[in-house]
């Protein structure tokens, strides 16, 4: 069965302090592996695809890496403005046609 | 350009009411989802469609139903509203190859 699971549930940073956010995933036949940030009362705004074990996308303190069973997320120097869900989501085999999401993990950043 | 507008943002129904939550984009997607997202939860799949026409069930589609007679237009309709249908509704498109884009959500609470 396709599954994703995402840790830590929660995690509170001080600005600054550098750390990464975990995504497992089981599926066969990977076809994209998908980053979302959630702000409250919002939907997910999408921030990076990932096809291929080795792959990495940056964007701004973001980065994403890629295994053949796990992804992470790596937020540098983090600030404020960064609290919010970041939610992973997978497609392919049995799902090509439908994205798995984990859910979520809900970061925190104090100033 | 609005992307993806879900009406409405917030209702409250009575158990045994019906409503049709309303999804429509302008981005020209051949995909459309819809999902629920409960507390602390990732999104559940509720029903998809892969273009005018053709309408699938997700993960969680009993007490729902759709219709998708536009590409512009994906309606979800509750029958016979029930507590445990208390959740955010979001609807999502998708190009082929791309990652999926949502709207903003519809807030429903069934007493």
């Known amino acids: 069965e396709d599954q994703v699971t995402q840790s830590p549930e929660a995690l509170r940073l001080q600005e600054g302090e550098s750390s990464s956010l975990n995504c497992s995933y089981t599926v066969s036949g990977l076809r994209g592996l998908f980053w979302y940030r959630q702000d409250p009362g919002k939907g997910p705004e999408f921030l990076f695809t990932?096809?291929?074990a080795g792959e990495e996308k940056e964007k701004e303190r973001l980065k994403a890496t890629l295994t053949k069973k796990e992804s992470f997320l790596h937020i540098t120097a983090p600030k404020p403005e960064d609290s919010a869900t970041y939610l992973c989501?997978?497609?392919?085999?049995?799902?090509?046609?439908?994205?798995?999401f984990g859910s979520g993990t809900r970061l925190s950043i104090r100033p | 350009n609005a992307g993806v507008t879900q009406t409405p943002k917030f209702r409250i129904l009575k158990i045994g009411q019906s409503m049709t939550l309303q999804c429509t984009q302008d981005?020209?997607?051949?995909?459309m989802y819809w999902y629920r997202q409960d507390p602390g939860m990732g999104l559940k799949l509720i029903y998809y469609s892969v273009g005018a026409g053709i309408t699938d069930k997700g993960e969680v589609p009993n007490g729902y139903n759709v219709s998708r007679s536009t590409t512009e237009d994906f309606p979800l309709r509750l029958e016979l509203a029930a507590p445990s249908q208390t959740s955010v509704y979001f609807c999502a498109t998708q190009g082929y190859g791309q990652p999926q884009h949502f709207g903003d959500g519809t807030r429903l609470s069934i007493l």
């Open positions: 981005m020209n997607h051949n995909y």
């Open positions: 989501a997978v497609t392919g085999g049995s799902s090509a046609s439908k994205i798995i």
């Open positions: 990932l096809y291929s």
